[in-house]
């Protein structure tokens, strides 16, 4: 069951990455992160890699169960995750405002945009931490390790119709992405092809 965070000041606070289980691997993510570890003080970590190359950082595995990953979100003082719906809604259900950093198709990290335009979204909302370069990032896991209480928020145990209502908004991002596709497919001219009935698409 989800907590309050404790806001008391920690001596090594406590940082969980999780990249989800989408079959791209993360390595910027991953390789932003390792950079700032490499001269951070003293702090935990937990990094769920996934399909990226396991990282030479403490902590690290590629894959959590859901049980572990519950576990690993209510004991850390600071979530940073990649822009997945259920992974941020799941943060903030246990009290952490997510530093969020979305895949990027063009990078090969994902198929398409979405995690872009929902991260996007609820950074102007004030909801997640959004942080599209290494340099963002790197600010807000300095701000995150001096005070770890920036980054919480109260916990919502019933935060189930969020969830919903949001994976429902990425639903319809996905389904506006694929309408586009279609359209751009239907203007592709059609050829007869000789002795034949049947249209070819070229």
């Known amino acids: 069951m989800p907590r309050q965070r404790d806001t008391t000041p920690v001596e090594r606070p406590w940082l969980l990455v999780a990249v989800g289980t989408d079959k791209h691997p993360f390595d910027r993510l991953v390789d932003w992160l390792a950079q700032w570890h490499a001269q951070a003080g003293p702090i935990g970590l937990t990094v769920q890699h996934g399909h990226t190359v396991a990282p030479s950082l403490p902590g690290a595995v590629p894959f959590l169960g ?70 963002e990032l790197h600010e807000a896991l300095a701000a995150g390790q001096a005070d770890p209480s920036r980054y919480a928020v109260q916990a919502d145990p019933a935060a189930h119709e969020a969830r919903r209502a949001a994976v429902a908004r990425v639903g319809q991002i996905v389904d506006d992405l694929v309408a586009r596709s279609a359209r751009r497919r239907s203007r ?15």
Not at 88 to 102: F, K, N, Q, S, T
Not at 188 to 202: A, D, Y
């Open 66 to 135: 859901h049980d572990a990953l519950q576990q690993a979100m209510a004991d850390a003082d600071l979530v940073v995750c990649h822009g997945g719906p259920a992974t941020i809604l799941e943060a903030r259900r246990h009290g952490h405002l997510p530093i969020v950093v979305p895949r990027d198709p063009g990078r090969g990290e994902h198929v398409d945009d979405h995690q872009q335009l929902f991260a996007r979204r609820l950074g102007a909302a004030g909801l997640v931490v959004l942080c599209e370069t290494r340099e």
């Open 188 to 202: 592709w001219r059609t050829w007869p092809r000789p002795g034949r009935t049947t249209k070819e698409t070229r």
